[in-house]
């Protein structure tokens, strides 16, 4: 099983600011590699997936990269509705489809 | 638009059964994987369950197996997951969502999710 490991567990960060979230594969995922937004109380939005190709509707300012075990999500400019937990999935090598343990952005 | 919309959680004892189920709209169900996520009280997501188009393939997390079954009916445009012999830690909202393909299994589009609660 690949194991996700995201980091920080908590970013606190400015709106306006640059918000830079990581997630490692403990192996190799290639590009197959999803990010996701979650808001309290909501269902899981893809953003990401490829690791760097935007879903339908989502804006600019969410950008992701990396491949084989190292990815980033960058949040350009924070808006106030920005402010969420971030989940990476693998989906290279399945079953089982993993989960990091999510990224929870907060308004400093 | 594509709407996924899930039904049939409740509170149910240890050892019960469920069957949650998923209706869809907006999108050619048949040409779809699709999948069940859940997400445990104030925890991260967790993969349950996937199947192919035609239902001819099904995959299932390890705690799962021998116990969730996921079916789909496409010419209702439903998904199903029924649940048995159900543990205390099965508690969960479960989320069913489009999976573009085998290759590409993520989640492009999820329902509001059900709570299957599990106590006695």
């Known amino acids: 099983e690949i194991v996700m490991t995201q980091s920080p567990a908590t970013l606190s960060v400015s709106p306006g600011e640059r918000a830079t979230l990581s997630c490692r594969a403990s192996?190799?995922?290639?590009?197959?590699l999803a990010w996701y937004q979650q808001k309290p109380g909501q269902a899981p939005r893809l953003l990401i997936y490829?690791?760097?190709t935007r879903a339908t509707g989502i804006p600019a300012r969410f950008s992701g990269s990396g491949s084989g075990t190292e990815f980033t999500l960058t949040i350009s400019s924070l808006q106030s509705e920005d402010f969420a937990v971030y989940y990476c999935?693998?989906?290279?090598?399945?079953?089982?489809?993993?989960f990091g343990l999510g990224t929870r952005l907060d308004i400093k | 638009e594509v709407q996924l919309v899930e039904s049939g959680g409740g509170l149910v004892q240890p050892g019960g059964s469920l069957r949650l189920s998923c209706a869809a709209s907006?999108?050619?169900?048949?040409?779809?994987?699709m999948s069940w996520v859940r997400q445990a009280p104030g925890k991260g997501l967790e993969w349950v369950a996937t199947?192919?188009?035609?239902?001819?393939?099904?995959f299932y997390m390890d705690s799962v197996k021998g116990r969730f079954t996921i079916s789909r009916d496409n010419a209702k445009k439903s998904l199903y997951l029924q649940m048995n012999s159900l543990r205390v830690e099965d508690t969960a909202v479960y989320y069913c969502?489009?999976?573009?393909?085998?290759?590409?299994?993520?989640?492009?589009?999820w329902g509001q999710g059900t709570l299957v609660t599990v106590s006695s």
């Open positions: 907006g999108f050619t169900f048949s040409s779809f994987w």
């Open positions: 199947i192919k188009q035609d239902g001819s393939e099904k």
């Open positions: 999935q693998q989906y290279n090598n399945w079953p089982p489809i993993t």
């Open positions: 192996q190799s995922v290639s590009s197959n």
């Open positions: 490829g690791a760097s």
């Open positions: 969502a489009r999976t573009p393909s085998s290759t590409s299994c993520y989640g492009d589009y």
